[in-house]
């Protein structure tokens, strides 16, 4: 995996390294989530650029930044954003559909993703059946299927307590750890970026106003 | 994504809001439906039309003339133009009788034979036209049943006679405006009774064979040259066999007379006919020469090929094929405005799969926000979109079909019961050929896709940063 380099430009220029994890901070409005959608992809921005490893996602067409998408992004949500229809097993293969894997090697895809949160007995049901933990957990394992260069998580602990908010992020550091993903969180809880995070980037107001390198704790604080 | 998938979500989808969905496609079924019962009503219509031609005779049946006679009905000038050799004309004799029977997809060929002659009724004379049936007739509609029978056989003395010549031997005479009378209080007096036919016989040689029961007296002073031929008066006692309702007036040539005989036995009478003038100059021959013959083909389809065929051995054709051109017009004009109405179901369905979809897209804008997110392109929700759409269309299509066959089988019923109850024959006026369900099915799948363009659009456009905000 080459150098992952990530800039936008909106007031705002910023690198991060492939393997890295960074958690953007900032208060409500701060442009924290906006900076997360033009990186995923989502939006597109009016000037300036996004840059993810040789790709220009300003220049790219629109099915040129689905597939975007769907093979270099994972993506976790504050509010899970799983659907609701669909068991766990569906929701996690549905990234697996849009990218027209085969229908026979998809099941056992799926078992493997939930199999590493740890939902496997749990993958038959739907995610109204399930605590707010499991949910996020499932939507981890959609975000990995694909297996992405990139994770991005929007607020993903914000929803939970903050004994499940741990869990989750231990797991964030797990793959970026041993899947070597690079991570871009938004939060902001001061306290979690600086217990997970190798970096912290603080806006207010759409500008970049502090970037400094963090030491996160060992093992998640957890003591 | 994929068709399996697709159709997968889709379905899942629809179930998700049973009710609205299963309302919609119960939309379509119900323009489908309307549309088929319209359309098998027009189809069943021209069938029912095409059957009665087909056993009438008309559809199958080429009339063979000699190229003389076209020409003197004016064509001569320009036959001559076209610089045709007047040797090429052939008499239309027994030889090019068999000959064009041997053609190819030729059920029969038989002479039209056609008389004016005087039949004795309890000895008062009546005159009237009498004309040949071959046997093949028995099959028309005008002679199946019909009170008595048909001929025993192709030469059996026997006669079957028009209602209205029926009404003449018995001294009736329908009041004007009054209703007919009825072909079975008619045929009560008369099957089974003996008329006498007299007529001329064209006699070429004496060794000619003598028509069964036919009196002889006469025959013996006809012994002249083949080189000539005599007119010898005869006479043949025929017995009543059926009496036929049907209107001289609305059939073919040939039964445009009001008295029939059989065939074989007509032409054993070698009645003086009108051509036989025409053909003096040819009278060489012992060979009757027929005006006209009449060519049964065994499929309307063939008719074509056949009147090419005989027009290639020197003959003019005349088929019912140009007629029933406007025929097919009036019919291709029914279905169309049959198939118009029928549409309006489906068009007013139409619009409610695209009030369902638009409100699917506002119901599942985080849904299609979550796809996007996670990869989905524009492409994908909006084939997702048009699945669903085709879906229910491709449900109501089928169940419409079925739906629209049931009303069709209901409605042939009860019509029916009310034919039978007119002591009328059961008819199968209601018809939904396959090519129908097929095109049904077909017809509702691609209006729902038209349907679902602008739902599957609006869908695919949906911000996913939008869609995703809002909790």
């Known amino acids: ?223 | 994504m994929k068709l399996p998938d697709l159709t997968e979500l889709a379905l899942r989808n629809l179930r998700e809001s049973l009710l609205r969905n299963s309302l919609t496609t119960i939309g379509i079924s119900v323009g489908v439906a309307s549309l088929v019962a319209m359309l098998s009503l027009g189809i069943g219509l021209q069938q029912l039309a095409s059957r009665r031609l087909v056993k009438s005779g008309l559809f199958d049946t080429v009339v063979v003339t000699s190229h003389r006679d076209m020409r003197t009905m004016g064509r001569e000038r320009d036959e001559d133009r076209n610089g045709a050799n007047p040797g090429e004309s052939r008499i239309l004799d027994e030889s090019a009788r068999a000959e064009i029977e041997h053609l190819s997809n030729v059920v029969e060929a038989y002479p039209d034979i056609r008389f004016s002659t005087e039949l004795r009724y309890e000895d008062k004379p009546h005159l009237t036209m009498v004309s040949a049936l071959p046997q093949s007739a028995k099959s028309n509609d005008a002679f199946e049943g019909m009170p008595g029978r048909f001929f025993s056989s192709d030469t059996a003395p026997e006669v079957i006679l028009q209602k209205t010549f029926a009404e003449e031997l018995l001294g009736k005479t329908p009041p004007r405006g009054g209703e007919e009378p009825n072909v079975t209080d008619l045929a009560k007096p008369l099957l089974g009774k003996e008329l006498t036919l007299r007529y001329a016989q064209r006699a070429a040689s004496p060794n000619q064979p003598v028509p069964p029961g036919a009196d002889a007296a006469n025959s013996s002073d006809s012994n002249l040259a083949g080189a000539a031929y005599s007119v010898v008066s005869r006479e043949q006692k025929v017995t009543i066999v059926g009496i036929a309702d049907l209107d001289p007036e609305s059939m073919r040539g040939p039964t445009r007379a009001r008295v029939f005989l059989p065939l074989k036995l007509a032409e054993s009478l070698h009645v003086m006919q009108l051509t036989d003038l025409r053909e003096i100059a040819r009278a060489a021959s012992d060979q009757p020469v027929y005006s006209s013959i009449s060519v049964r083909v065994k499929n309307p389809a063939q008719i074509q090929l056949v009147e090419d065929a005989i027009k290639k051995m020197g003959f003019g054709t005349f088929s019912i094929l140009d007629a029933t051109r406007s025929l097919r017009q009036f019919f291709a004009v029914l279905d169309l405005f049959l198939g118009i109405f029928g549409s309006l179901a489906l068009a007013v369905a139409s619009i409610g799969i695209v009030n369902t979809l638009v409100m699917a897209i506002l119901e599942r804008r985080r849904e299609i926000g979550i796809m996007k997110a996670i990869g989905a392109s524009d492409g994908d929700v909006k084939k997702l979109f048009f699945a669903e759409a085709g879906a229910m269309g491709i449900l109501g299509g089928i169940v419409g079909v079925a739906l629209g066959w049931s009303i069709g089988q209901v409605i042939n019923l009860g019509t029916n019961v009310y034919l039978k109850r007119q002591s009328l024959p059961p008819e199968h006026f209601w018809a939904v050929p396959w090519w129908l369900v097929a095109a049904a099915i077909g017809f509702a799948f691609v209006v729902s896709l038209v349907s679902g363009l602008y739902p599957a659009g609006r869908a695919a456009r949906l911000d996913p940063v939008q869609a995703l905000r809002y909790e």
Do not use: C, W
């Open chain 1, 1 to 223: 995996m080459g150098e992952t380099v990530i800039r936008a430009v909106d007031g705002v220029s910023l690198q991060v390294r492939a393997g890295e994890f960074v958690a953007l901070l900032g208060s409500s409005g701060s442009g924290k989530s906006s900076v997360l959608n033009l990186i995923a992809g989502l939006d597109r921005p009016t000037s300036g650029s996004v840059v993810v490893g040789d790709r220009d996602l300003a220049k790219l067409s629109r099915e040129e930044l689905a597939k975007y998408r769907l093979h270099v992004v994972g993506m976790v949500f504050q509010s899970f954003n799983l659907i609701a229809s669909m068991t766990l097993a569906e929701n996690v293969e549905l990234p697996l559909r849009f990218a027209e894997v085969d229908r026979a090697q998809r099941p056992e895809l799926a078992r493997e993703a939930l199999q590493r949160v740890g939902l496997r007995a749990r993958m038959d049901h739907r995610p109204s059946e399930l605590s707010g933990g499991e949910q996020q957990r499932a939507a981890l394992a959609r975000a990995l299927i694909n297996r992405p260069q990139l994770l991005l998580a929007d607020e993903p602990t914000g929803n939970l307590d903050s004994h499940t908010g741990t869990e989750i992020m231990e797991m964030v550091r797990q793959f970026n750890r041993e899947l070597g993903m690079t991570v871009v969180m938004v939060t902001h809880e001061r306290a979690l970026a600086e217990r997970y995070a190798q970096r912290m980037i603080f806006l207010a107001d759409g500008k970049l106003i502090d970037d400094r390198p963090n030491t996160p704790a060992a093992n998640g604080g957890q003591s």
